[in-house]
């Protein structure tokens, strides 16, 4: 079986950059099957290059109402290179619908929240909730520049444009003018805070040199 990384890196964790266990997509997609008792394993992909980032082990149980999922796997300590073997369970509960049925979720192992997502960031042992481990969004971490260039180059792809900023942009096939023109102005704010930034920059970096 493959292994899990682990080791702090510094900084606050991030939600993108844990391994995430989204119980909801797991059930539509089959994985956990309600009413059954199933086992199977996961992978997760470096999207960038595509290799394999990490992979468990798991059998999950879903009752009635009740259920858990246990969870086998290998962490390694990115310093010292020590395994560790983890096998555990998280317990599974429903909450009823307002129309009928039963929703499935993820009792949290340290919390006891009901969730319906668990995340493993690399120095944690334990899959566990967003809360449990004080995860952050990446954006939360970003200075005021990068995060305006982070969301100018986002909105610039919705739009099908892999140019850099200040550049022009067609409009896509089929999208109506006014759809256009307002996600053309949420650009043109985000690229104007990363000019403006910029600026600044080169101001104190003109001015330290004199």
Known sequence: MGGTGSGNHGGRPTIENALKLDLHQL?????????????????????????????????AYMGGD??????????TNHWSG??????????????????????????????????????KPSAAGIFASRKAHRLAYRSQRQSPHDRALSQAFKRRQRL????GIGASIDKPKGMRWATFDRKLEQIEAAEAVC??????????????RR
Do not use: M
């Open 195 to 208: 000019n403006a930034h910029l600026f600044q920059f080169v101001q104190r970096f003109t001015t330290s």
């Open 160 to 163: 099908g444009s892999t140019a």
């Open 27 to 59: 059930i539509r997609n089959g994985s956990f099957r309600p009413g059954a008792t199933v086992t199977g394993s996961l992978t997760w992909t470096d999207t960038s290059s595509g290799q394999q980032r990490a992979s468990i082990g798991y059998e």
């Open 66 to 75: 009740r259920g858990w999922v246990r969870l086998r796997y290998t962490t």
């Open 82 to 119: 020590e395994t560790t073997q983890h096998d555990y369970r998280v317990e599974l509960t429903t909450t009823p619908q307002p129309f009928g049925g039963r929703r499935w979720w993820w009792v949290c192992p340290r919390r006891g929240d009901l969730v319906a997502k668990i995340y």
